[in-house]
């Protein structure tokens, strides 16, 4: 058996494999063997990081970037969240809906969200639309893929007890089949974000106004490499917050029912 | 009324050429308010034959009818209780007991009267709010008995219901059960492997043999009960003590055995 590692040691651990990867791209950059436009220093990073905080760079400044983009991504992922779940659920339960649905799902959630973007604009525009149908893209599946694994996988038991009891469909559903997959469904969503969240720069190369993936383009355009990690940390950071807040949630559901079973 | 009918009945899992034969020739008539226990080694059968009164399997030949109406699909008039007990873990007590309750027409306040008076009647008031988790086996089984008989159902159908429970809960319920089948009498398929639960609970015994399930005997209890007058004992142990229900049992046991050796010959 392995030796269990307390949190304190995790975060520890955590923070040396940060700071030995900091000091490492530090050392790279500063040694002059790569040019400072290929590889700019943490230091110029964490500097520009701070300018964007408060000074408008296309636009608008880095929370505003940071702002717009989550408001595209909430709508995408909620989007995602609403139709994928009952779609993975009912799936679940009637057959006839899982063998005609499957193959064609099946098939597309292996195109990445990106290659969507010519379509999304076309269809839903640059502003919010093709945006938010890009994240969409990426965050539907493992919504659909794990309330549909949840379906499946609750005890017969339970599903002859409500039958027995004379439960019509659309309350088995509710009453059974959604509670039984709740675990399931929670860390549907967690990788979901993920992938809402990874789509978005690609959701933003499209989009004309604001969103860190917007800025970053901009970044691109004026040969500012800074910016554009500057926006790669901001991305990093929101997806690190995202995941721990829904891992949170995740544990304290999980906790909760551990009890209950 | 309740009168459940076996005619004929084979089933096999599996294609019938090559599939396993679970049950054969399976005739049986349970009439209205019986109680009836079937007993039989493990993998006779036995559940099958409930399965089928339920309406979770279908027969592969002949008919199970309730009231001379084939069975299609499970319902509420034959309330099943699981051995597992199958609460809903996220619902509590009173919300388990209500689940069946709002299927049927029922208003509102009948259905509180209703599982006020099954709550009482099962000593499970004061848990109403609790969840299965938090009550012991004995009471989750309770709650699940208290779920099925709120119904009101013609047919109770009982899976090993006391077989997951420790010795002593198990005779607690058994007294119980009789308490509440002497009261509120139901028509009752009970299934298990224990000889003197059978004996002591039911007004008739089959006996099957081991797969392919057929029913070897039926013995009737409920005259040799009446006769002996063993509802005049309230205790479980004070009946078992009977000569009557001794030689019964021994009968069952002995005709089990023979069921052993075959199949171990």
Not at chain 2, 200 to 215: C, F, K, Q, S
Request: neutral net charge; glycine residues 8%.
């Amino acid at each position: 058996m392995q030796k269990q590692i307390s949190f304190r040691q995790s975060v520890v651990l955590g923070l040396l494999g940060l700071a030995s990867f900091i000091g490492l791209w530090h050392g790279l950059a500063v040694s002059g063997m790569i040019s400072n436009v290929f590889l700019p220093s943490p230091v110029e990073v964490y500097d520009r990081f701070t300018t964007l905080l408060d000074r408008r760079f296309a636009g608008a400044t880095l929370q505003g970037h940071l702002f717009a983009s989550f408001q595209r991504f909430a709508y995408g992922f909620l989007l995602a969240a609403l139709i994928g779940i009952p779609l993975g659920l009912l799936m679940g339960w009637y057959q006839l809906l899982d063998e005609i649905v499957s193959p064609l799902f099946d098939a597309l959630r292996f195109v990445a969200p990106i290659a969507w973007v010519p379509f999304a604009a076309l269809w839903f525009g640059t502003g919010i639309g093709g945006p938010i149908m890009i994240i969409f893209a990426g965050a539907f599946p493992p919504c659909v893929i794990n309330a549909y694994r949840g379906a499946k996988f609750v005890d017969p038991r339970l599903i002859e007890a409500a039958n027995m009891l004379g439960t019509p469909s659309h309350r088995v559903i509710r009453e059974v089949l959604l509670p039984s997959s709740v675990p399931s469904i929670i860390s549907g969503l967690r990788v979901s974000a993920g992938l809402g969240w990874q789509s978005l720069v690609g959701a933003e190369l499209i989009v004309a106004s604001a969103g860190v993936g917007y800025m970053m383009v901009q970044g691109q355009a004026n040969v500012s490499t800074t910016t554009v990690m500057a926006g790669m940390v901001a991305i990093g950071l929101v997806g690190l917050a995202l995941d721990s807040a829904l891992r949170l949630a995740e544990r304290i559901i999980q906790r909760r029912r551990g009890l209950e079973n | 009324m309740g009168v459940i009918q076996f005619k004929d009945v084979n089933k096999i899992f599996g294609p019938r050429e090559t599939g396993f034969q679970a049950l054969q020739d399976i005739n049986l008539e349970i009439r209205d308010k019986e109680f009836v226990a079937i007993v039989g080694p493990s993998g006779c059968g036995k559940t099958t034959c409930l399965r089928m009164v339920a309406g979770f399997e279908p027969a592969t030949d002949g008919m199970v009818t309730v009231d001379g109406t084939p069975i299609k699909r499970p319902g509420p008039d034959r309330a099943v209780v699981f051995q597992q007990f199958a609460l809903f873990p996220w619902k509590s007590v009173y919300d388990n007991i209500d689940m069946g309750l709002r299927n049927l027409n029922v208003s509102r306040s009948e259905r509180e009267a209703r599982i006020a008076d099954i709550l009482t009647l099962m000593n499970l008031t004061q848990y109403a709010k609790h969840f299965p988790h938090q009550l012991s086996g004995g009471m989750q089984q309770r709650v699940a008995i208290a779920r099925a008989y709120v119904l009101d159902p013609d047919v109770l159908l009982m899976d090993e219901p006391f077989g997951a429970l420790d010795a002593q809960t198990r005779v607690v319920m058994q007294e119980e059960l009789v308490r509440l089948a002497r009261k509120n009498p139901r028509t009752v398929l009970f299934i298990t492997h224990a000889v003197e639960e059978a004996v002591y609970l039911a007004d008739r015994v089959a006996i099957m043999t081991r797969a392919p399930g057929r029913i070897k005997e039926v013995l009737d209890v409920a005259s040799i009960r009446n006769a002996e007058d063993w509802d005049s004992h309230e205790k479980i142990e004070d009946v078992m003590d009977l000569e009557s229900f001794v030689h019964l049992r021994t009968h069952i046991w002995r005709s089990l055995r023979e069921e052993k050796a075959a199949q171990h010959a």
